[in-house]
Nanobody, 116 residues
Framework: QVRLVESGGGLVQAGGSLRLSCAASGSIFRFNAMGWYRQAPGKQRELVANIRNSGITNYADSAKGRFTISRDNAKNTVYLQMNSLKPEDTAVYYC??????????WGQGTQVTVSS
């Protein structure tokens, strides 16, 4: 089992910044990918950004140029630095971990609210 603990969400004004953290623990050895998804009210969960074990990153078009995903292997933690936040970024952000066997694990979610 893999446990994911997220932190860093909150309320911010448009144009502001937040940094989300996701710490993984449990049966973690090498991951396939870790990343962040978000779900706004009435919408489907969507990928924001992820990072593969190789270090290759992938971003949603809406996140490119504003968000940066990074990792600290020693702390088994992935970060999402979000700059120039917009009201449409308001959502619950979920950390995702995919192990080498392809199994998905999810965090409990952290709320990000961007006021206009």
């Amino acid at each position: 089992q893999v446990r994911l603990v997220e932190s860093g969400g909150g309320l911010v004004q448009a144009g502001g910044s937040l940094r989300l953290s996701c710490a993984a623990s449990g049966s973690i050895f090498r991951f396939n990918a870790m990343g962040w998804y978000r779900q706004a009210p009435g919408k489907q969960r969507e990928l924001v950004a992820n990072i593969r074990n190789s270090g290759i990153t992938n971003y949603a078009d809406s996140a490119k140029g504003r968000f940066t995903i990074s990792r600290d292997n020693a702390k088994n933690t992935v970060y999402l630095q979000m700059n120039s936040l917009k009201p449409e970024d308001t959502a619950v952000y979920y950390c995702n971990y995919v192990n080498m066997g392809g199994s998905d694990y999810w965090g409990q979610g952290t709320q990000v609210t961007v006021s206009s």
